[in-house]
């Protein structure tokens, strides 16, 4: 069975699900959960307005990752969170290194249900991850 899961989370609907079904995956194994958020950072090249920064704010993802916490923690799963940050375009590999680093059993994430042209052209997080991953990986529509 899985002890431990490692789930990516955002603000989406399909992400709360995600966060649910670990809820209960812990549960009947007993196994704990690791929560990720990755911020996107946006690097700006040379110029008078080099720099970068960041797609959300950082006090949005740490409310987001409380939210989830405590949903974990009701349920009585041992849970632990992380916000980690990473270039735009990056965020499949980070989460397929975490599970790596954490020897996480399965990846559970959400699919934000992107039109399929758009899915396409722009690729989504979930599709990467799918490609990118050495262990199972569960996808919550």
């Known amino acids: 069975m899985f002890d431990k899961l490692i789930v990516a989370v955002d603000s ?21 959960v690791q929560l990720i958020h990755v911020v996107e950072h946006v690097a700006v090249p040379g110029g008078r ?45 980070l989460i397929v290194d975490a599970a790596s680093s954490d020897a996480a059993d399965v990846i559970i994430m959400g699919c934000r249900g992107r039109s399929e042209l758009t899915a396409l052209v722009l690729g989504s997080t979930a599709f990467k991850v799918l490609h990118l991953a050495d262990r199972p990986v569960l996808i919550v529509p």
């Open 49 to 93: 307005f080099a720099g970068g920064f960041e797609v959300e704010d950082p006090n949005d993802a740490e409310q987001l990752l409380e939210k989830e916490l405590a949903t974990l923690k009701e349920a009585g799963v041992t849970v632990t969170a992380n916000v980690v940050r990473a270039r735009v375009g990056n965020t499949a590999q």
């Open 12 to 32: 989406s609907p399909p992400s709360d699900r995600a966060v649910a079904t670990a809820r209960d995956l812990a549960g009947l194994s007993g196994g704990s």
